[in-house]
């Protein structure tokens, strides 16, 4: 799959008018004499510089950050993006190189300010076999494209009655873009991350040089990749592994109002045989029972929870997830009990659901498709995503929960909480996390309006200073920052190995300058 050596005419063209424009002042060809010089190369299926491309790709669904790229990059094969990436190389001054899924990153961390934005859903549309998805029922694994959703991963696995272990709570997702972060929710503490499941890859790296890489293949490589943020190739191909897959699910949310009680029954579940899942959330008084991601109290059982919320003003969801299929059908409710016995909720505030394994997994795109109705999806998002180890999460419940957030009460959204356990991790990978065995995963996924999110903004960053002020010493899952004391402080012992990881497979600093790593924007 590589590439000639000689420089493609059309890139040519490209990095002409590229610098002539920021020359001359304008950030888009719209003269239409070099539009049709462009044109005259046949390079208009694959690089766009007009707004709607340009535009579309120059922010997220944060909605906060906005920078324009010179292109986008819509790829018909693999060769376009490791031609792309050599010509960069040889730039006297290379222009930097994004790889975008379905933009769900809230700090435009997908994006490539006057650099070129390759479009990974593209390539959906021109695989040969009409399909970027192969199944080994024989290997139990899935070839799967970078740029292909999680949903379609779903599906296209039941049909062999099979599933990958470890998911993320929303579907629509690209392969590579969970597996460049990490890929986590309440399968977590069982099967790992999304990265750890993760059985050999493709990449391009920021030299072009494609390669796969395995445990026991271009080693270096694959364990920096996984969770990279980006910074060190492109994943154009994952195998994912795969068991086979539940048929059903009983999905049991239990109440709690005293947050030592819920934390403690939490590590107790993940400690024992018989749960695939385990996720927690926190109600406040202010707040519906009900959110978008979760609609699940009836409205009687929601004027029972908002009369419990008056009392406490806070309380504490634990949601555990029993698998089934037609084996256990008789005694999964039996099972299910016997979790429950040794759980210390509020009495008489269990609610179960019975769902498909499919519907449960995909239980969130019923919220998006609500909010988007209503015009609620576009808005700001400044999410605050954190690990916090399990030695500080008290301290973090009176600070944060109750100190900060239910105290000024200007959240809109779900806070999650729920604890997982550092042995389903592979140090060797870019991820960072906490040096305790248990670690919490704290979500913060508020919305906004665009007049108004600054608050929210304001109260992130009052929540980190409550963080450093009081030892807590958490890391951000999706990090943001702005300086390259913070990302040193962040990656911590691994950062010498990140930066020289960087100099090997992307020595000039072209890949993904949306982190703000290497690359000041």
């Not at 402080?489 to 190995?497: A, L, Q």
Request: aromatic residues 12%; glycine residues 8%.
């Amino acid at each position: 799959m590589a590439s000639s050596c000689l420089i493609p005419a059309h890139f040519i063209v490209f990095f002409i008018v590229s610098r002539l424009m920021s020359i001359i002042g304008k950030s888009r060809r719209s003269n239409d004499s070099l539009t049709s010089e462009i044109d005259s190369f046949g390079v208009r299926a694959k690089l766009r510089y007009d707004l709607e491309a340009t535009g579309l790709s120059s922010s997220d669904y944060g909605n906060i950050v906005q920078e324009i790229p010179s292109a986008v990059l819509f790829p018909t094969s693999i060769d376009d993006i490791i031609e792309l990436i050599k010509f960069s190389n040889k730039c006297p001054v290379p222009f930097n190189v994004a790889a975008r899924g379905h933009g769900h990153s809230t700090r435009g961390q997908a994006t490539a300010h006057n650099g070129v934005v390759v479009n990974m859903l593209s390539l959906k549309k021109h695989y040969k076999n009409g399909s970027g998805i192969k199944v080994s029922t024989s290997g139990n694994y899935a070839d799967v494209g970078g740029e292909q959703l999680w949903i379609d991963v779903l599906n296209a696995t039941l049909q062999h009655g099979l599933a990958p272990v470890s998911w993320t709570d929303y579907l629509y997702l690209t392969v590579g873009g969970t597996l460049s972060n990490a890929g986590i929710s309440g399968q977590t503490f069982l099967y790992g991350p999304q990265i750890s499941n993760i059985l050999e890859m493709d990449v391009i790296t920021g030299k072009g040089d494609f390669m796969t890489c395995s445990r026991g293949k271009n080693s270096e490589l694959f364990y920096a990749v996984l969770g990279g943020l980006g910074q060190f190739g492109i994943i154009t191909r994952a195998r994912i592994l795969l068991a086979k897959a539940p048929k059903r699910v009983k999905w049991v949310r239990m109440l709690y109002s005293d947050f030592s009680i819920f934390t403690r029954d939490q590590e107790h579940l993940i400690s024992i045989k018989g749960l695939e899942y385990l996720e927690g959330s926190v109600m406040m008084d202010y707040t519906p029972a009900n959110n978008w991601r979760s609609s699940f109290f009836s409205p009687a059982h929601e004027s029972q929870i908002s009369s419990l919320l008056k009392k406490h003003g806070i309380l504490y969801c634990l949601d555990m997830v029993k698998y089934y299929d037609d084996e256990i059908v008789n005694s999964v409710d039996k099972e299910v009990e016997m979790l429950q016995d040794r759980l210390n909720y509020i009495p008489g505030f269990a609610f179960m659901k019975d769902q498909t394994y499919a519907d449960f997994l995909n239980r969130v795109r019923r919220g998006e498709i609500t909010l988007k109705s209503k015009g609620l999806w576009d808005v700001p998002h400044p999410w605050l995503n954190l690990f916090v180890p399990k030695s500080c999460i008290m301290d973090f419940n009176a600070g944060v929960f109750v100190g900060i957030i239910h105290r000024q009460k200007i959240t809109t959204g779900p806070l999650l909480i729920y604890p997982t356990t550092r042995i389903k991790w592979d140090d060797r990978m870019s991820a960072v996390i906490p040096d305790e065995d248990i670690f919490y995963c704290v979500g913060l996924l508020r919305s906004g309006s665009f007049n108004d999110w600054q608050d929210l903004d304001n109260q992130n960053n009052e929540i980190l200073e409550f963080c450093d002020r009081a030892g807590i010493k958490m890391k951000q899952y999706l990090p943001h920052y702005k300086s390259k004391e913070e990302w040193m402080k962040h990656f911590g012992s691994k950062w010498n190995t990140f930066q020289e990881r960087k100099a090997q497979f992307d020595p000039r600093m072209i890949l993904s300058p949306g982190q703000r790593i290497f690359n000041a924007v």
